[in-house]
């Protein structure tokens, strides 16, 4: 990357952000003190990816600075104070000023303690990557640079402004900062990153899960979340904050029988996420949900694993398996339960095709599948196709001349019989008419066996329901 073409792409982006960025540093000017775009919008703006989140940095203490802002905007929020941090929104734009600070972690809290610093080059070398570590005075424009981020920017290095150590000491989740832009941005880290990131791996206990699972979700749902991942596993964090995934990096057996469950991993990943793009756009929005099954779709294989005596190597029921862990694993690490319930159903039906065949699916079977698979049927979709790693082309084309079957199957029968929304042809209240029965365990069983009639045979007309319901009934205990 030449550094006459950041420049130019800087200059574009400060005409852009003008509106915005002008009249603050006139107002913090006048009010005599200093104003700084900082981090992130500085380094997106040399590697052209616009945005509307600006952070800024100032001499100003936050009341100072909320009283600034309250004269651009009512818009204010200052759930940060305790960090030094005031937020508004003007014109659009969502702006975060904090106040110039150094920060660092006691080894036995997972609060930062905060104190205000009083100079900007101060607060630079408080930050976590020297990438980070830029920042644009307003309304001068002028350029501050003082620990080489702009050299590192076009190497597309990661180094910390001071020595990774005291860097990661201070903030232990930087290790996995490193991780994300490595899977956001592409950056390789330094060498002397990757070891303190080794050396002090355990260190990242310290951290909050809350915090631990944002910069995970931010990585998976990067561009290139097999970089991330790989530097996770091989400074052995991944240990830390996700074991299944270095788990899979089983012993090969003496024969050689079996793939290696980490790599075929790591490439149903790739493949997942290029059918997400696809099928749903290169502009969609990054399917974490989606990406994080392909993720963990295998973690039941390492305790499932068997080997039979002809040399084989056999994984029994490590989808059930596989996803009790990735409940679990979600669950300490704070997802929501919708997310939790999402992966873990994609994890345990991910292996469901297989006994598909050739198409000998009844369509009570494709029934079935659609229902189980409920809203989760365009990433099962997603992840079925992915989870084929073969280099045999004729059985990987096989294979997706068959799901492509099951789908057009699954389009043939939603559109006859509404698929998504399966229920029984007869529902509670006329079931109680019909057997005069009240509510209770009776009616359940009714229910049950309506639905698995409407599975084996499709829709019923009303009066069809009624006759097997009664027919069924009198032979029930």
């Known amino acids: 990357m030449l550094i006459s073409e950041v420049q ?12 915005v960025i002008d009249p603050l540093g006139r107002r913090f000017a006048e009010a005599g003190h200093t104003l700084a775009l900082v981090g992130g919008p500085v380094r997106d703006a040399m590697l052209g990816r616009a945005g509307n989140d600006l952070d800024f940095t100032t001499s100003a203490r936050p009341e100072e600075t909320e009283r600034l802002l309250r004269g651009l905007t009512g818009a204010l929020w200052d759930m940060g104070r305790d960090f030094g941090t005031i937020g508004a929104q003007i014109d659009g734009w969502q702006v975060e000023i904090t106040t110039y600070r150094s920060e660092s972690y006691d080894p036995t809290s997972r ?41 590192d920017l076009a190497n597309r290095v990661l180094r910390t402004p001071g020595t990774p150590e005291q860097s990661f000491s201070d903030d232990p989740l930087r290790m996995m900062r490193a991780a994300r832009f490595a ?34 979700v931010k990585l998976v749902s990067a561009p290139w979340p097999r970089r991330g991942l790989e530097l996770l596993v091989e400074t052995g964090l991944a240990a830390y904050v996700l074991p299944e995934l270095p788990a899979l990096r089983l012993e090969r057996d003496e024969h050689n029988r079996h793939k290696d469950v980490y790599e075929h991993t790591l490439t149903v990943l790739e493949q997942a996420i290029d059918l997400e793009r696809s099928r749903h756009g290169e502009d969609a929005e990054p399917d974490f949900v989606g990406r994080f099954a392909a993720l963990m779709h295998d973690v039941g294989k390492p305790k499932t694993r068997r080997f039979v005596d002809d040399g084989t190597v056999t994984f029994h029921h490590h989808d059930v398996v596989g996803a009790k862990i990735t409940r679990k694993r979600m669950k300490a690490l704070r997802f929501s339960n919708d997310q939790v319930d999402a992966v873990s159903k994609l994890v345990e039906l991910h292996l469901r095709f297989h006994g598909y065949g050739s198409g000998e699916w009844t369509d009570s079977a494709v029934r079935r599948y659609v229902r189980d698979a409920g809203d989760q049927l365009e990433r099962l979709h997603i992840l079925t196709r992915a989870d084929c790693t073969t280099r045999n082309k004729r059985k990987a084309d096989r294979l997706r001349r068959t799901y492509d079957d099951l789908e057009t199957r699954i389009e043939r029968l939603s559109e006859e019989e509404e698929l998504a929304a399966i229920r029984p042809d007869l529902d509670g209240a006329q079931i109680m008419e019909i057997l005069g029965i009240p509510p209770g365990r009776d009616v359940g069983r009714a229910y049950k066996f309506l639905l698995e009639l409407r599975m ?22």
Do not use: Y
């Not at 100079?119 to 980070?132: A, E, I, K």
């Not at 829709?459 to 205990?477: F, H, M, N, T, Y």
């Open 8 to 19: 130019a792409r800087v200059a574009r982006e400060l005409d852009r952000l003008a509106p």
């Open 183 to 216: 899977a956001q941005l592409g950056f390789t880290p330094a060498p002397e990153v990757v070891a303190a990131m080794t050396d002090m791996a355990g260190r990242i206990e310290i951290i909050s899960a809350e915090r631990v699972r944002d910069e995970l």
């Open 456 to 477: 084996d045979h499709g829709p019923q007309s009303e009066d069809a329901a009624r006759d097997a319901l009664l027919a069924w009934w009198p032979g029930e205990d």
């Open 111 to 151: 609060k930062p303690e905060v104190n205000f610093g009083d100079s900007l080059v101060g607060d630079l070398s408080r930050r976590d990557f020297t990438v980070n570590a830029m920042a644009l005075t307003v309304p001068e424009r002028g350029f501050e640079d003082p620990f080489g981020g702009l050299v």
